[in-house]
């Protein structure tokens, strides 16, 4: 099981920018990589992903023009760029990897075994 840890949360106000980072414990280019966050008081929900190759991303309509999703398959890390931040972005961020099935990128939670503990992301307003 690959292991994965976050890093690069904490209190920004809005409008601000922050990137998060997932560095994950062996080949990460074996693997789908996507964030998922988790507000207070809502269930965990898709926020990006990108594929294996790097080649091909998926994200959710909320964060569109705002959030870009990279990978450096050399490092085993995946970043998480936000500008432009909300106070309605405040959640835990997690990123979560999946074995790769081509280009597929899932926007279940369900879809993914391996997950990190979290990072706080909180937005003022």
């Known amino acids: 099981q690959v292991q994965l840890v976050e890093s690069g949360g904490g209190l920004v106000q809005a409008g601000g920018s922050l990137r998060l980072s997932c560095v994950a414990s062996?080949?990460?280019?074996?693997?789908?990589i996507s964030w998922f966050r988790r507000a207070p008081g809502k269930a965990r929900a898709f926020v990006m992903g990108?594929?294996?190759?790097?080649?091909?991303?998926n994200y959710a309509d909320s964060v569109a023009g705002r959030f870009t999703i990279s990978r450096d398959n050399a490092k085993n890390m995946v970043y998480l760029q936000m500008i432009n931040l909300k106070p309605e972005d405040t959640a835990v961020y997690y990123c979560?990897?999946?074995?790769?099935?081509?280009?597929?990128?899932?926007?279940?939670?369900?879809?993914?075994?391996?997950w990190g503990q979290g990072t706080q992301v909180t937005v003022s307003s």
């Open positions: 979560a990897a999946a074995r790769s099935t081509e280009n597929d990128i899932p926007s279940s939670p369900g879809a993914y075994s391996n």
């Open positions: 062996e080949r990460s280019s074996r693997y789908v």
């Open positions: 990108i594929t294996a190759s790097g080649e091909f991303v």
